[in-house]
T-cell receptor, first 115, second 113 residues
Framework: KAGVTQTPRYLIKTRGQQVTLSCSPISGHRSVSWYQQTPGQGLQFLFEYFSETQRNKGNFPGRFSGRQFSNSRSEMNVSTLELGDSALYLC??????????????FGSGTRLTVV | KQEVTQIPAALSVPEGENLVLNCSFTDSAIYNLQWFRQDPGKGLTSLLLIQSSQREQTSGRLNASLDKSSGRSTLYIAASQPGDSATYLCAVRHGGSQGNLIFGKGTKLSVKP
């Protein structure tokens, strides 16, 4: 059974640019969540998508956005990149339905460096 | 506001020792709690998931307990090995079955041969 796939693994971008990250969840999982990990703040929740709809959102500026496709694959976009956006971005998949007792499975992450 | 704390931040032990990692949370209204392991520069590997109605879960040399009323969970690692060296993260699912995970900052474990 394939795990959660995130692409690309590494990215280097310049301040002011925009970037798109991709996440393919485990087959059958309908929920995809995104987290940002930095040494100072640890892991912080960005947003969650379920059945192509944003279900939860963390406290990040509007420059961070996402979407989910009908096959449950998700993309995250960051516009007008800032140096502080340098982080490991992790995607997690879950069944996601009501009464979901299952945990999350994480991908290997995308390491974004903004210069 | 739910906050998750992990103590200690770092731990170094000799191989073979049994050890306990601690996790505390401020709001007992959690849906479940999940322990993860993270190797340097890698993603998270799920170790154990405890539902709010459960007291403990076991997998191999790992045992996790949950005391919701006191806002505490512990991860017990028996007979530690150098391969156990990693950062261990505790996360609570807050806000019901559709809530998101709230993470602690982790405990960095080093097991010396």
């Amino acid at each position: 059974k394939a795990g959660v796939t995130q692409t690309p693994r590494y990215l280097i971008k310049t301040r002011g640019q925009q970037v798109t990250l991709s996440c393919s969840p485990i087959s059958g999982h309908r929920s995809v969540s995104w987290y940002q990990q930095t040494p100072g703040q640890g892991l912080q929740f960005l947003f969650e998508y379920f059945s192509e709809t944003q279900r939860n959102k963390g406290n990040f500026p509007g420059r961070f956005s996402g979407r989910q496709f009908s096959n449950s694959r998700s993309e995250m976009n960051v516009s007008t990149l800032e140096l502080g956006d340098s982080a490991l971005y992790l995607c997690a998949s879950s069944f996601g339905g009501t009464g979901n007792n299952y945990g999350y499975t994480f991908g290997s992450g995308t390491r974004l460096t903004v210069v | 506001k739910q906050e998750v704390t992990q103590i200690p931040a770092a731990l170094s032990v000799p191989e073979g020792e049994n050890l306990v990692l601690n996790c505390s949370f401020t709001d007992s209204a959690i849906y479940n709690l999940q322990w993860f392991r993270q190797d340097p520069g890698k993603g998270l590997t799920s170790l154990l998931l405890i539902q709010s109605s459960q007291r403990e879960q076991t997998s191999g040399r790992l045992n996790a307990s949950l005391d919701k009323s006191s806002g505490r969970s512990t991860l017990y690692i028996a007979a530690s090995q150098p391969g156990d060296s990693a950062t261990y993260l505790c996360a609570v699912r807050h806000g019901g079955s559709q809530g998101n995970l709230i993470f602690g900052k982790g405990t960095k474990l080093s097991v010396k041969p």
